[in-house]
C-alpha cells in the first residue's frame, strides 16, 4: 500500500513539474529556470503541508522525486520541441490531474498523523492548489485557483469523499480511487463546460 | 484571559477575511477563489509566524477559525452585493483593525515561548503584515507595506509600547489594549494625513 | 572556525540587503517598505532553509543579523542619494556576492545535520536563490532566477565543489572558499558574457 501512495505521489510531482514547463514555455522562460519552475510547481504544494503539519518535508531523504521532476522535464522539453502548436487544455488537464493525486495525498498524510477530518481536508486543498499558485505567482499570472472556475471545491469534494470513505471503513484503495476519480472528473467537467461559481453581483 | 486572546485573534482573522474579500471583489475574481485569497489574508501571518516559531499552526485544532473566516465572508459577500458604491477607505480601514489586532498577538505569542523582545516585536510585524503581502502578490498589487506609508512601522510602535508595558509590570490586558490602541490610531492617522516616510531623495 | 561562518553569513545577508534596497529605490518605494523589501530578501532564503530542514532558524536568537542588515541600508541610502547614475551592473554584481555566500552556507548547514549530498546542494540553492525571488516577487519583475542566465546552476556547481572538497578531505576552510570563488566567478562570467542556457528552440 505504501508503495502504491509512493507511486502516486511521484505521477502528482511528475505532472505538476510537466504543468510548470508549459507554463514556462508558454512565458519565454529559458534554462535552469524552467528546471526551477517545474520543480517548485511540483513539490511546493507538499512541501508547504509538511511544514504545517510539523513533519519532515517528504524530499529530505528521497531523490526519486527529483528523477520523476527531471524526467518529466525531459520529456516536456522534447514533446515542445517537437511540437509547433500547443493544444491549449493541455495545461489545464495536467494541472488536474496533478490536483486530483496531491489533494487526496494531503487528505491521507494529515490522517494519518491524528489530524481531524476538517484540517485533513484542508491540507488536502493546500497540497493539491499551493504548487499551482506559486507556478503562477512566479510566471506573473493571476492563479488560476483565484479565477471563479470551480478548482479549490474540487479538491474539498475529494477530500471529503475521501474522510467519508475512511470513516465508513472502506479500504485505503478504493477511498483513494474514488476520491481521485472524482475530483479529476468535476475538475475536468469544470474545464470542458467552463463552469464558473458566482459569488458576486458584478453589475455589467 | 486567553478566552480574550482567542476573541481578539478571531476579530483580527475576520478583519484580514474581509480586506481579502473586498479586494477579491475590486480585481473581479469570483467564486471559490474569493474563499482562498480571504482566508489566505486572514491566516497567513499568523501561520508564517507559528512555523517560524516552530510551535503548532495554530488553525491545526482549532476549526472555529474557519467559522469566523466564512461568517467575514458571508457578510462582505451581502454588503458588496447591496451596495452599488464601495467607498474607498473601507479596504485601508480594515486591514489597519487586522494589523493591529495582529501585530500585538504576534508579539504576545513570541514572549510566550520566551523569545527575546527584538524577536518578539519583528513577529508582531510578520503576523500583522505578511497576510496583506500575500493578498496583494496573490492580487498583483505592489504590497502595501513596500508602498512608503507608515505600515509595518506601525507595528514595531505597537510591539515597543507592549514589550515595554509588560516589562513595566502592567497587567496583560492594559498592555494589549494600549498597544492596539497606539498601532491602530497611528495607521488611521497615516491613513487620512497621508503620512509617508522618505529615505531616497528621487530626481524630480 | 564557526566565528568564520558567522562572517560570511552576515556578509550574504549585507549583499542580499543591499540589492533589496537597490531594487527597492529602482521601483520608487519608499519609507520603511525599503527596510522589509531589504530585510526579506537579506534573511529569506536561509529562513526557508531552516524552517524546511526543521532546524531552529537562525536570526530568533541573534540580533546581530539585524545590525548588518540595518548597516546595509543606511550605507546604500547614503549612496543612492549622492549618486544621480547608479551603474546598471551593481545589483547584479551584489547578487552574485551574496549567491555565493548563501550556496555554500546553505550547503554546510545541510551537512552539518546529517543530510545526504543531493539535500545539501538543493538547500545550497534554496538558500542561496530564495531571498532574491522573494524580492523579485514583490516588487513584481520575473525573477532573476527564471530568465535563463546562469543563476541557479551557478550554486549547484559550489554545492557539487564543496561537498566532493568535503568528501575528499580537504578542510571546511578550503573547500567553503573555493566552492565560493567557483560560485562566484561563473556568476560573475555569465553577467559579463551573457551566458544563456537553451532549453528550448522557439519558433523565430
Redesign the interface.
Known sequence: MTVLIHWFDLLGVMVFAISGTLI??S???????????ATVTGIGGG?LRD????V??F???D?SY?IAIFGAIFIS?LF??RQ?QIPKQMLQVADAFGLAFFAVMGVQKALDIG??D??AI?MGVLTG?FGG?IRD????E??L?????????TCILGGIIYTQLINLSFSLETAMLSAMSATLLLRLLAIRYNI????????N
Open positions: 514556462a514555455h512565458k519565454h522562460m529559458d534554462g535552469f529556470g524552467v528546471v526551477v519552475l512541501t511544514i504545517i503539519l510539523d519532515p518535508v524530499w529530505l531523504h531523490t527529483f522539453i515542445l520541441n509547433k489530524m481531524p476538517t484540517t484542508i492548489c499558485v505567482v512566479l510566471a506573473r493571476i492563479p485557483l483565484l479565477k471563479g472556475e470551480l478548482y479549490a471545491i464558473v461559481l458566482h459569488v458576486f453581483k458584478y453589475a
